[in-house]
């Protein structure tokens, strides 16, 4: 449980220091007299470094250990975070090259959880440890949206990176204090708990001397996770990147209601990601097979998802009553 709740910590942190631009970049964007262009080049730049260091993280987990990579990648992204100011003022390509770093630093996160989760979760609890772990993304998208209006409005926008860049280096040092690769490394672990996560860990959590690229890029079903992440994206990052500035430019919503406004959907999707993890742990062990259950789930969230934003642009279209 601690381990679980730190890397669920760890991943709020994550999208903390990632959300805060969406709040911080209308000020910012006003001083510096950015445009729309020079928006978006802010807010994806990001992910320049995002999409590289994913797989390698992953692979430096599995080989040296996902306390170690997750602890690098958070204290990466939580320098890059601090950073940000003083990037700024020196010039607009240097605020890209950070927050290009960050990126680079948070996509550690999510390859060194799930390392660590097939370590230190037994099977028939790893959905919900995973659920609490992704609802990390609503929870700390939550804070970034409530807090970061009033600190920008209190101390200024770029005290919400100098904040948040902290409290990366408090996790830290909890984390250094508390975790481990896995239980046999850790001193808290009892004896009758180590026995019980070892006799259902998974053989595949040994590291391959070779990593079958061959066939996993045959594999269908890694084809349809990839395709399904990509869809989720899509939608979702530009909820999450642009809602503020929308929510200012077309309804004129002040700084200090920005963030009641913005935070709806990542109220919901912080419950439904927790209470999902366990409806997904419950139909396993009433005897659906684990691929129904996924398939289940994953369509499901698609379909909820996908309905609202449909009828919101059908309501938009359609013609209003004089």
Known sequence: YTVVLLFALATALCYIDRVNISIAIIPLARAKGYDAAAKGLVLSSFFWGYLWFQLLGGWMADRFGGKRVLAAGVAMWSLATFFTPPAASISFGVLLAMRALLGAGEALNFPAVHSLAARWTIGSERARAI???????????????????????????????????????????????????????????????????????????????????????????????????????????????????????????????????????????????????????????????LVTVRKLMQGSAFTIGALPLLLLFASRAAPRSP
């Open 131 to 289: 659920s609490l772990h992704f609802s990390g993304v609503a929870f700390g998208t939550i804070v970034a949206l409530l807090i970061s209006p009033a600190i920008v409005l209190w101390l200024g926008w770029p005290s919400v990176f100098y904040i948040s860049g902290a409290l990366g280096i408090v996790w830290l040092a909890v984390w250094q204090l508390k975790a481990a690769n896995g239980p046999e490394e850790c001193a808290g672990v009892s004896p009758g708990e180590l026995a019980l996560i070892m006799s259902e860990r998974a053989e595949e959590v040994a590291l391959a001397d070779r990593i079958p690229w061959g066939r996993i890029l045959r594999e269908p079903a890694v084809w349809a996770i990839v395709i399904a992440h990509l869809c989720n994206n899509f939608g979702f990052y530009i909820i999450l990147l642009w809602l503020p500035s929308y929510l200012t430019r077309t309804f004129a919503v002040p700084m200090a209601s920005l963030g009641n406004f913005s935070v709806i959907p990542w109220l919901v999707a912080f419950i439904m990601q927790n209470s999902s993890g366990w409806f997904a742990d419950g139909l396993h062990k009433r005897g659906m097979r």
